[in-house]
């Protein structure tokens, strides 16, 4: 049976006459009649008997109809795919990102580009800098969303803007709550070192060694976000992402940019050798909308 045949066959045995299977198809009567007489014509059997004016299924077909129906659903499956893909709504997003960008930034362009893209799976990872070049190798992300990333072979970058560095402090040290401060004027506070945090690290260090500060730090760990929690329970003052910090003010933190504000760039990564789907490429507006906000 030819596909066409497989597509008569199943709308006359669903629907029972050849009036009812032209009205599903937008067809013309004719056209069924005829093509249903071929398919039977090829397949050597009768495949309806009419009776009281109605199509009967034969013997025959009652036994053919499950693989048709097979069939069938799997044409109505590959039809819908096709136009979701049209659609930009079919598929699936494996994104890497930055730990601080989970907490705020793309949740917010992940629910605005959900509500145009229902049919898009989406998988989050978060991961660290020096992870990127081989999950992206390993097909494990099709786009990594990082802060300051280092330039890497055969890696095209999506420029999404600019991050900032933040001092966030309990409001009891500074009562005035000041939008800027130096890093002179921390001298006298505790500040919680952040270890192994990669190129921030290094960023927030090199405006250490060119203001010649020396900061007293008695507590080191880990993350931006567990430094915040620290701060947020008055045990010193810490230097995070305005992300991480953004996410974990209360009515006893506030934070302030360091004079002159240290800036961070973040960028989105993907493959040169493996173009992204149009739906991961409106995915990237919307953490551009989110990042800028």
Not at 45 to 58: C, D, E, N, S
Request: proline share 4%.
């Amino acid at each position: 049976m030819r596909l066409r045949h497989i597509e008569i066959f199943h709308a006359v045995y669903t629907t029972g006459s050849i009036t009812n299977a032209a009205k599903i198809l937008h067809v013309s009567q004719p056209s069924v009649s005829k093509v249903l007489a071929h398919a039977e014509m090829s397949l050597g059997f009768a495949l309806f008997q009419r009776m009281k004016g109605r199509l009967i299924p034969t013997c025959e077909a009652d036994l053919l109809f499950d693989e048709v129906d097979n069939i069938y659903q799997q044409l109505r499956s590959i039809r819908n795919t096709a136009e979701n893909i049209k659609k930009h709504d079919y598929g699936r997003i494996n994104l890497a990102l930055s730990p601080a960008l989970g907490f705020d930034v793309i949740p917010k362009a992940l629910s605005n580009f959900k509500q145009q893209h229902q049919g898009i799976s989406v998988n989050l990872l978060t991961m660290h800098n020096h992870e990127v070049l081989q999950s992206l190798h390993e097909h494990k992300c099709d786009l990594a969303v990082m802060f300051s990333p280092a330039p890497m072979s055969g890696v095209e970058t999506i420029i999404f803007g600019d991050g900032e560095f933040v001092i966030m402090y309990p409001k009891y040290l500074f009562p005035q709550q000041p939008k800027k401060l130096s890093l002179k004027s921390l001298l006298d506070h505790e500040l919680i070192g952040i270890g192994n945090s990669g190129p921030l690290d290094d960023l927030v260090w090199n405006r250490f060694m060119e203001e010649g500060v020396s900061l007293k730090s008695s507590i080191q760990v880990e993350t931006f976000f567990i430094a915040a929690r620290m701060t947020a329970q008055n045990i010193g003052i810490c230097i995070v992402d305005e992300f991480t910090a953004r996410c974990n003010l209360s009515n006893s933190v506030a934070i302030a940019s360091f004079d002159p504000p240290l800036t961070f760039p973040v960028k989105g990564l993907h493959l040169e050798n493996k173009q992204l789907s149009k739906a991961c490429e409106d995915f990237v507006c919307h953490i551009k909308s989110s990042i800028n906000e």
